[in-house]
C-alpha cells in the first residue's frame, strides 16, 4: 500500500509541474493567481528601462495576467534553449524563426486584441508577413540615420552631391575635419543594403543571398571612392569609425572629425550629450539612384510551444495594451520610432520632444526591408567580416578584384540556403 501511496504522489506531482510549465502548453501562476507569460527579449542597454516601463504598466493596470520579462545579453540562445511564451525577434531574423518552427502565426491573437494590419505601418506590416501570415507585432523600425553638426553644417546634405560641397568646405578650412566617415566594420551590413536598396539592386535570389551581380559591385564602390577618390571620409576607420569620428573620438592615433554621421539611432544618447542643440538629426542623403532607406526592427513573436488559450488572452491583453500611443510612446522615449499608426502620430505631433523617433519615421516611406531568407545573418556574415573592410581599406581595389569576392560570399551565402528546413 505505501508503495501504491506514493505511486500516487508521483504522478501528482509530475502534473502539478507540467501545468507550472508554460512552454509546454500550460499557464504557469503565480502566489496571487496571476497568469504569467515568460517574456525574453535582448534590452540590455538603455532601451530596456522604456521597455520595462510598458511591462510594468501593464502589471500594475490589471490583476488577472504577469508579464515575467527578462532582458539578456544572449537572449536568442537562451530563447532557444529556454521556456518562454514572448520573444523579441530582429526582423531579418523572423523567416528563421519560423522556419525553424519556433514561433506561430498571431493572426487569430490580432483579432484577440482588436488590432489589425491597418493600425501599422506598411512598412513593419512587410516584415511582420511571411506567406501571407502574421509571425509578429511590429515593435520598431530602426534605420541608418543621420547625425551632423551644426557648427559645421547649416542644412542637412540630401544628396551625394551636397555631401562633396560640404567635404569642400570643411578640408578648405581643416584638412583633418571631414564630411563623414566610413568604417570598416560594425553597421556596414546597414551601409550595404542601403546602397543596394538606393540602386535598386535585390540581393535575394530564390532562398539565398546573390552578392556577385556586376550592378551591386558598382553600388559598393561608391564607399571605396568615397575614402579614396573623393576623399570625403578619413581612411583607415574601425569598428564604428563613422561615429567615433563624428564625436572626435582619437582612432589609431588620428585626431580627425567628421560632420555628419550615418549611424544607428541608439547612438543618440551621447551624441545628445556632448553636442546638445548643435546636434542634428535627419533621414539619410540620397547616396545612390533613388532614395531608399535600411534598417532592422523589433518584432514580437509568440513562441511555437504556446497552446494554453488562457496564455493566449494574456498575450492578447498584453499587445492589446502596448500598441496604443500613451503606452508605446514609452519606446519613443527610448529613441526608438514605433511603426504603429497613432504612435507615429502623437511622436509628430510632440517631434521636438521624440526627435530621433520623427526622423527616422520619414524614411518609413522608403524604408527597403531586409532578405528574408534562412539564417540571414549567416548568409550576409562573409560580406560583413570581409568584404567590406577589403573595400574600404584597399586604395587600388578594382571592380574586378571586388566581383571575385562576391562570388565567394554567393558561394558561402548559397551553402548556408541549403540547411533551411524542408
Known amino acids: 500500500m505505501k508503495s501504491l501511496k506514493w505511486l500516487v504522489l508521483l504522478i501528482a506531482s509530475v502534473l502539478v509541474l507540467g501545468a507550472c510549465s508554460g512552454g509546454n502548453g500550460a499557464s504557469t501562476k503565480s502566489k496571487d493567481g496571476k497568469i504569467q507569460i515568460s517574456f525574453i527579449n535582448g534590452f540590455t542597454g538603455g532601451d530596456g528601462a522604456y521597455m520595462k516601463k510598458i511591462t510594468d504598466g501593464f502589471n500594475a493596470s490589471q490583476d488577472k495576467y504577469e508579464i515575467v520579462e527578462s532582458q539578456e545579453k544572449e537572449h536568442y540562445t537562451k530563447y532557444k534553449s529556454g521556456d518562454y511564451d514572448l520573444v523579441v525577434i530582429h526582423g531579418n531574423n523572423l523567416e ?3 522556419l525553424d518552427g519556433m514561433i506561430q502565426d ?7 486584441a482588436g488590432l489589425k494590419e491597418s493600425d501599422f505601418h506598411k512598412a513593419g506590416m512587410d516584415l511582420a508577413k511571411l506567406d501571407g501570415k502574421l509571425y509578429g507585432f511590429p515593435i520598431d523600425i530602426h534605420p541608418l540615420t543621420m547625425f551632423y553638426n551644426k557648427e559645421f553644417v547649416n542644412e542637412a546634405p540630401k544628396t551625394y552631391e551636397d555631401i562633396l560641397k560640404l567635404n569642400q568646405e570643411l578640408q578648405a578650412k581643416n584638412k583633418d575635419l571631414y564630411a563623414l566617415g566610413v568604417p570598416s566594420t560594425g553597421l556596414v551590413e546597414f551601409y550595404m543594403l542601403m546602397i543596394a536598396a538606393q540602386n535598386g539592386v535585390d540581393l535575394k535570389d530564390g532562398n539565398a543571398l546573390n552578392f556577385a551581380q556586376p550592378e551591386f559591385a558598382d553600388a559598393l564602390m561608391t564607399f571605396h571612392d568615397m575614402v579614396w577618390k573623393d576623399k570625403v571620409s578619413p581612411a583607415g576607420l574601425g569598428l564604428d569609425g ?20 550615418l549611424t544607428g539611432p541608439w547612438f543618440y544618447g551621447a551624441a545628445k550629450e556632448k553636442y546638445g542643440d548643435n546636434l542634428g538629426i535627419a533621414p539619410i542623403p540620397q547616396i545612390g539612384k533613388q532614395p531608399a532607406a535600411y534598417g532592422n526592427a523589433h518584432m514580437l513573436a509568440v513562441s511555437a510551444s504556446v497552446k494554453d488559450e488562457q496564455v493566449k488572452e494574456g498575450i492578447a491583453e498584453f499587445v492589446k495594451y502596448m500598441f496604443t500611443p500613451e503606452n508605446l510612446i514609452n519606446w519613443a522615449d527610448g529613441g526608438q520610432a ?11 505631433a ?17 524604408f527597403v526591408a531586409p532578405p528574408q531568407v534562412y539564417q540571414y545573418g549567416e548568409q550576409i556574415r562573409y560580406m560583413n567580416e570581409k568584404v567590406f573592410s577589403k573595400l574600404v581599406t584597399t586604395e587600388k581595389l578594382t571592380k574586378e ?3 571575385k569576392e562576391l562570388e565567394s560570399a554567393t558561394k558561402k551565402a548559397q551553402q548556408i540556403a541549403e540547411t533551411e528546413p524542408k
Not at 498571431?106 to 484577440?112: I, N, P, Q
Not at 514605433?338 to 502623437?346: D, F, N, R, S, Y
Not at 510632440?350 to 522608403?366: G, H, P, R, V
Open 96 to 98: 528563421t524563426y519560423r
Open 242 to 261: 563613422e561615429f567615433k569620428t563624428f564625436m572626435k573620438e582619437a582612432e589609431s592615433g588620428k585626431a580627425v572629425q567628421s560632420a555628419v554621421a
Open 106 to 112: 498571431v493572426g487569430s491573437l490580432y483579432e484577440k
Open 401 to 403: 578584384q571586388l566581383m
Open 338 to 348: 514605433p511603426v504603429h499608426l497613432k504612435t507615429i502620430e502623437k511622436v509628430t
Open 350 to 366: 510632440e517631434q521636438d520632444k521624440y526627435q530621433i523617433a520623427y526622423q527616422n519615421s520619414l524614411q518609413f516611406d522608403s
